[in-house]
């Protein structure tokens, strides 16, 4: 039973990550809002291009948004230079986020390869060390975004 609620919970937090994320794909935040209103731009535009893959670079309206939202995301600094570290930063929460479901299903299934060594005694302390693992190789796959470890 006590496995059943962590496992409902763990699952629970994973969703609301995604959905949280997706949300966030798909709405603008608030910086992305005062540029829009700071540059009086077409909001319905700006946001067919930004929410793609690939978004175009011979727009002026849209290069001027895209500048506005780097500045106040203190991705350029006062000489209009690109701060590289900033950007991974960013980026490297964002990877996290998307790949959070990936990241959880490798980390069950190297636990279940390994599920010989995680019996013990008895099954809460079977289960906690199985919740362990899952954490534990969770955490192991977010090093790659993350080599010092999460901030």
């Keep these: 039973m006590k496995k059943s609620v962590t496992y409902n919970l763990f699952i629970l937090l994973i969703t609301i990550l995604q959905v949280l994320e997706s949300r966030r794909l798909t709405e603008f ?4 809002k005062e540029c829009l209103k700071q540059l009086n731009a077409d909001e319905r535009k700006i946001g067919n291009q930004y929410f793609r893959y690939a978004t175009p670079e011979d727009d002026a309206q849209f ?11 203190e991705f350029l600094d006062k000489n209009e230079n690109i701060d590289y570290e900033k950007l991974k930063y960013h980026y490297r929460i964002g990877l996290i986020h ?10 069950i299934v190297k636990c279940e390869s390994n599920h010989n060594s995680l019996k013990a005694d008895t099954p809460a302390k079977t289960a906690v060390k199985v919740q362990n693992c899952i954490f534990n190789n969770f955490f192991n796959a977010t090093r790659l975004y993350y080599p010092t470890g999460l901030p």
């Design 29 to 32: 935040t608030g910086e992305e």
């Design 63 to 73: 290069n001027n948004f895209i500048r506005c939202v780097w500045v106040k995301l």
């Design 98 to 107: 998307f790949n959070v479901e990936k990241f959880v299903f490798d980390a």
